[in-house]
């Protein structure tokens, strides 16, 4: 198995003039680096109960009111959905891109919960981050995690699962569930 060496992983937060900026460095090197406005940083990735309140026929999509300024934006599939959301109907709905423009949050009906290593999906397949490159860690991290998602449901090995143990991964997927 090959090891990979890596510096400490921290995350640098600064929030300056209604933004907010996450830098998140391996040892004293960048790793990725997010600006986004406070209220932007507070509804990308959060899950929201919401009720439809409108719909757009024309493109198979509906609005999900949230409690903020505008609905979210919810494309959801009618030709590819046996059950499309009617008006009033309550749903979980996570926020994938935010607000633009006079548009509001874009959501999606398929939740995922992020950690260190994993994603946790709880409908979905389990995959590997297509930036893992190593073929040998990509079948070890495939193996695990077909192993220890649970029944219906997916993980997603991120970047920073290169290396871990299944024990480490584990206990991870337990936090998540």
Do not use: C
């Not at 640098?12 to 600006?35: C, F, H, K, Q």
């Amino acid at each position: 198995m090959n090891s990979v060496e890596r510096g400490p992983i921290s995350l640098w937060v600064a929030s300056d003039l209604g933004e907010v900026w996450l830098a998140l460095m391996e040892g004293d090197r960048p790793y990725e680096l997010i600006l986004r406005s406070e209220e932007q940083a507070r509804l990308l990735g959060a899950i929201f109960k919401g009720r439809v309140s409108g719909q757009a026929r024309a493109v198979g999509a509906s609005f999900v009111e949230i409690g903020g300024v505008r609905d979210a934006f919810l494309m959801d599939g009618r030709a590819n959905e046996a059950n499309p959301p009617a008006l009033g109907d309550e749903l979980l709905i996570q926020i994938v891109r935010e607000a633009d423009g006079g548009k509001g949050p874009r959501a999606t009906r398929h939740l995922t919960l992020a950690g260190w290593s994993l994603v946790f999906a709880p409908v979905g397949p389990s995959g590997v981050s297509r930036r893992i490159d190593d073929l040998v860690e990509r079948e070890r991290l495939k193996g695990i995690l077909d192993a220890l998602a649970p029944e219906g449901t997916g993980l997603i090995a991120r970047t920073s699962a290169v290396g871990a143990t299944r024990e480490e991964l584990e206990q991870e997927r337990d936090e998540l569930v």
